[in-house]
């Protein structure tokens, strides 16, 4: 029994906390540590990355007082108390945190069982050393650039990553500090504070670019974020998308109402960073007013392409790389679905067409292929893929063109993105893919009137230099709306003489 008791506790995690650690609650209560629902997403994210690459790299974007770092720390002090020669290294915002972060260390040692508490042989305002094990636990501040340069740990927790005074040169010196080696696990978390190198590894986290997994946790799952509502409270119209965008009570509307007039200052945009329900909304600087609708996104997102049938025309946007980091993407759409074909980056122009050709030789049920030729590249693909006999089945499409509807529309590309959010916002809601890089390119361009009341939208040049990245897979969505394709059978006599003849131009380049 006592064997099983001692393996259950050194193997599961969530009953260890449970039964060996005490945390102090929001009413100042010292109560055991039984996760919450946040605590449970994080858990189990990290928990199935373990299993697939023996280690952990996290980023954690989320909401305030969600007991991520309460987790994290649990998650680090079992493993440090618990193993021989590891050391864990915690590095917080400001002191006040690095002493609250500390202290509940210090809480789960002295109020744990016996059996469970290694021998300390230093125990101050930064450090706890467990002698017997060559094993500590160190907290510290983020307060200079050299910070963390001088040791060496197995398990780093960056708590409130997005406020440290200097991100890019610590973690820097953090990357050589921390071997790249099974069982060390980074933990990077924060609240939101606008575009700066915490967005900026979460975009690559996001878009599948370094080793992180990106983990979002949003404020409502918080079973406390809820009051009773007064009689005064009113939601507008924005207020009750928003409730049905995510599925809220009247309670979690009220307590998010109330958050926002008494601790806000009765700015939403405020509250969207400190409390956000989407990674798009958190990272959205204040008064950012998007053509395609974050809510309208999000249902997207959760409809169910299975559910929908394929009817019209198979249509294609690929949007080409036109220099350093951008991605060239392709989105496949079909009626009321849209699905994505992939990204690449660094591809020459041949590799790009190739690509783009061996999709419309193996699926003749491609009508049309539209192309961004704007910046150049672009019309290099086109140019071959016409030579290889698709030139019926491929379009260039310049962004700065003039749109079909000059009246509405500055340009072709604001034209297109303006048909793509009313098909999003569409009632009957269509199928997108759901992934945090689409909401996040979707929901980056902002927009405005011209004096003559056209729809213009952000330059790709400017949404790259506020968000640090061009939209590469909305504009290839968006580029899926260039122009009206009819829906003829794919397999008629004409349809399929363009077929062969293309299948046999491209073998024969």
């Avoid at 419309?360 to 006999?389: C, E, K, Q």
Wanted: with cysteine; aromatic share 12%; charged share 25%.
């Amino acid at each position: 029994m006592a064997d099983s008791y001692f393996k259950r506790m050194m193997t599961d995690d969530a009953y260890y906390f449970a039964n060996n650690l005490k945390i102090i609650d929001k009413d100042g209560e010292i109560v055991p540590f039984y996760m919450n629902e946040a605590q449970k997403i994080v858990h189990d994210a990290v928990e199935k990355q373990l299993q697939e690459t023996g280690k952990v790299r996290a980023i954690c974007v989320k909401g305030r007082q969600q007991g991520i770092s309460t987790y994290v720390g649990a998650r680090f002090y079992k493993r440090t108390s618990s193993k021989t020669n590891k050391k864990t290294f915690i590095l917080t915002h400001d002191l006040d945190a690095t002493d609250n972060l500390f202290n509940m260390a210090k809480n789960y040692y002295d109020l744990s069982h016996d059996e469970f508490k290694p021998k300390i042989n230093a125990r101050n305002a930064k450090t706890l050393s467990f002698s017997k094990l060559n094993s500590s636990y160190r907290v510290a501040t983020a307060k200079n650039k050299t910070t963390g340069r001088s040791f060496t740990a197995q398990f780093f927790h960056g708590s409130e990553v997005a406020y440290w005074p200097f991100g890019i040169n610590i973690m820097a010196g953090l990357g050589q500090s921390i071997p790249d080696k099974e069982g060390t696990e980074i933990f990077l978390e924060s609240t939101a504070n606008g575009m700066n190198f915490f967005h900026e590894r979460w975009k690559l986290a996001v878009a599948g670019k370094s080793d992180y997994i990106p983990i979002f946790v949003p404020w409502y799952i918080q079973e406390e974020y809820r009051r009773e509502p007064t009689k005064d409270l009113e939601l507008n119209e924005y207020d009750l998308e928003y409730m049905e965008t995510y599925g809220l009570d009247i309670n979690q509307m009220a307590w998010r109402a109330n958050k926002i007039f008494s601790d806000f200052n009765g700015s939403k945009d405020v509250f969207n960073q400190e409390y956000p329900a989407t990674c798009d909304l958190a990272f959205q600087k204040v008064g950012h007013q998007p053509l395609v609708s974050t809510f309208a996104v999000t249902k997207a997102r959760k409809q169910v392409a299975a559910h929908i049938q394929r009817i019209g025309a198979h249509v294609v946007g690929v949007d080409v790389a036109r220099y350093g980091d951008d991605d060239t993407s392709i989105y496949h759409r079909q009626g009321r679905i849209a699905w994505k074909e992939g990204s690449y980056n660094g591809l020459s122009v041949p590799e790009v067409a190739s690509i783009c050709a061996n999709l419309l030789r193996n699926d003749p049920s491609i009508r049309m292929m539209f192309i961004d030729i704007t910046g150049g590249l672009g019309a290099g693909v086109y140019d071959l893929l016409v030579l290889w006999g698709h030139g019926k089945r491929v379009t260039p499409v310049v962004f700065n063109a003039k749109p079909s509807d000059p009246r509405k529309y500055y340009n072709k590309r604001a034209e297109i993105w303006g048909e793509m959010a009313d098909w999003i916002a569409d009632p009957i809601t269509p199928s997108i893919p759901d992934t945090d890089r689409l909401h996040m390119d979707l929901t980056a361009p902002s927009y405005s009137f011209t004096h003559n009341g056209q729809i213009k939208l952000d330059s790709k040049e400017k949404i790259k230099k506020e968000t640090g990245k061009s939209p590469d897979d909305g504009d290839a969505l968006a580029l899926t709306f260039a122009a009206p394709i009819q829906a003829d059978d794919s397999y008629t006599p004409d349809w399929q003489k363009n077929l062969t003849n293309s299948d046999l131009d491209y073998m024969a380049a």
